[in-house]
Protein backbone atom coordinates (compact mmCIF):
# COMPACT_ATOMS: atom_id res chain seq x y z
CA UNK A 1 0.00 0.00 0.00
CA UNK A 2 2.97 2.70 0.87
CA UNK A 3 4.48 2.03 -3.47
CA UNK A 4 1.06 3.13 -4.79
CA UNK A 5 0.22 5.96 -2.33
CA UNK A 6 4.08 7.38 -2.91
CA UNK A 7 3.22 7.05 -6.56
CA UNK A 8 0.06 8.44 -6.24
CA UNK A 9 1.91 11.78 -4.34
CA UNK A 10 4.88 11.88 -6.46
CA UNK A 11 2.29 12.14 -9.81
CA UNK A 12 0.17 14.59 -7.96
CA UNK A 13 3.53 16.69 -7.00
CA UNK A 14 4.91 16.51 -10.39
CA UNK A 15 1.38 18.18 -11.71
CA UNK A 16 2.13 21.29 -9.27
CA UNK A 17 5.21 21.65 -10.46
CA UNK A 18 4.76 21.59 -13.61
CA UNK A 19 1.49 24.06 -13.42
CA UNK A 20 4.04 26.49 -11.06
CA UNK A 21 6.42 26.04 -14.57
CA UNK A 22 3.42 26.82 -16.57
CA UNK A 23 1.99 29.97 -14.79
CA UNK A 24 5.90 31.16 -14.78
CA UNK A 25 6.34 31.07 -18.54
CA UNK A 26 2.84 32.64 -19.18
CA UNK A 27 3.98 35.51 -16.95
CA UNK A 28 7.71 35.48 -18.63
CA UNK A 29 5.79 36.08 -21.92
CA UNK A 30 3.38 38.19 -21.19
CA UNK A 31 5.95 40.78 -20.29
CA UNK A 32 7.98 40.16 -23.04
CA UNK A 33 4.74 40.53 -25.54
CA UNK A 34 4.65 44.44 -23.63
CA UNK A 35 8.16 44.98 -23.85
CA UNK A 36 7.95 44.28 -27.71
CA UNK A 37 4.64 46.39 -27.78
CA UNK A 38 6.89 49.20 -26.04
CA UNK A 39 10.02 48.39 -28.51
CA UNK A 40 7.14 48.85 -31.59
CA UNK A 41 6.15 52.25 -30.20
CA UNK A 42 9.39 53.35 -29.73
CA UNK A 43 10.80 52.71 -32.82
CA UNK A 44 7.51 53.84 -34.67
CA UNK A 45 8.00 57.47 -32.92
CA UNK A 46 11.73 56.82 -33.95
CA UNK A 47 11.11 56.76 -37.30
CA UNK A 48 8.53 59.74 -37.54
CA UNK A 49 11.16 61.87 -35.62
CA UNK A 50 13.28 60.90 -38.55
CA UNK A 51 11.17 61.81 -41.41
CA UNK A 52 10.49 64.75 -40.16
CA UNK A 53 14.27 65.96 -39.79
CA UNK A 54 14.57 64.28 -42.89
CA UNK A 55 11.90 66.66 -44.49
CA UNK A 56 13.45 69.71 -42.76
CA UNK A 57 16.75 69.29 -44.13
CA UNK A 58 15.55 68.68 -47.23
CA UNK A 59 13.66 72.25 -47.50
CA UNK A 60 17.06 73.80 -45.74
CA UNK A 61 18.86 72.09 -48.63
CA UNK A 62 16.50 73.52 -51.29
CA UNK A 63 16.75 77.26 -50.12
CA UNK A 64 20.72 76.63 -50.39
Known sequence: MFWPMCAVALGFL???VLGVL???VFLAARRLGLQVA???RRISRAA????R???SAARAADSL
Do not use: N
Open 14 to 16: GLV
Open 53 to 55: AAV
Open 48 to 51: EDLE
Open 38 to 40: DSG
Open 22 to 24: AVR
